[in-house]
């Protein structure tokens, strides 16, 4: 069982570059979300989805595109990248029996865009 | 949306002392969580608790949520607690959104 496995652990880009990152949950988990960890800022949702083919925005989605076609997949996308992108992006996932029950994160991939 | 605030900010320890941290919300919730992220950056879920008491070692987390406010109390600090401590929550106006409080960075010295 592995959890939450997020890919790359790291990047850095240019500005203008495109990208994804991956996530994928072994859990069956019906919720998956995104977040970015900014300094001082605490944890800020971007996208979320409560299920295959559903997505929705959360705080901060401008810049980045999702989409769920399956179960455990759920990749982020920047289309653009811009320097304002530079953060530490977290993937999350939660338990079926509540779709906002208990939250498990990955590891975390550290985006540099220059 | 609902807003979380968390206090204090930071907080330093001696090992062994106790602490606690609060998270006040501004509306009613259907969802609270209490994370750690320790200094290599792993975020860990502590406690889901919207409401009542729970105890999980020298970690125990209390909601009182007509008061909307949580409390995580940690006894007899070690060095492994450090880091920053998250509380989160899903206000009940029909929304998915996990909202995370700006965190309580503690350090525990030896």
């Known amino acids: 069982n592995a959890g939450v496995t997020q890919t790359p652990k790291f990047q850095v880009l240019k500005t203008g570059q495109s990208m994804t990152l991956q996530c994928a949950q072994d859990?069956?988990?019906?919720?998956m979300s995104w977040y970015r960890q900014d300094p001082g800022m605490g944890l800020r949702l971007i996208h979320y989805s409560v299920g295959a083919g559903i997505t929705d925005q959360g705080e901060v989605p401008n810049g980045y595109n999702v989409s769920r076609s399956t179960t455990e997949d759920f990749p982020l996308r920047l289309l653009s990248a811009a320097p304002s992108q530079t953060s530490v992006y977290f993937c999350a996932s939660s338990h079926p029996r509540s779709r906002t029950g208990e939250l498990f994160f990955g590891e975390g991939s550290r985006l540099t865009v220059l | 949306g609902i807003q979380v605030e968390q206090s204090p900010p930071d907080l330093i320890l001696q090992e062994g002392a106790n602490s606690t941290l609060r998270c006040n919300f501004s509306?009613?919730?259907?969802?609270l969580q209490w994370f750690h992220q320790n200094p290599w950056g792993q975020l860990i879920n502590l406690f889901y608790?919207?409401?009542g008491t729970k105890q999980n070692g020298r970690l125990s987390a209390t909601t009182v949520a007509t008061e909307r406010y949580s409390l995580l109390y940690i006894s007899s600090s070690q060095t492994t607690d450090s880091g920053v401590y998250f509380c989160a929550v899903v206000g009940r106006g029909g929304s998915e959104k996990l909202v995370f409080g700006k965190g309580t960075k503690l350090t525990v010295n030896p």
């Open positions: 859990m069956n988990h019906e919720y």
């Open positions: 608790i919207p409401s």
């Open positions: 509306d009613s919730v259907n969802n």
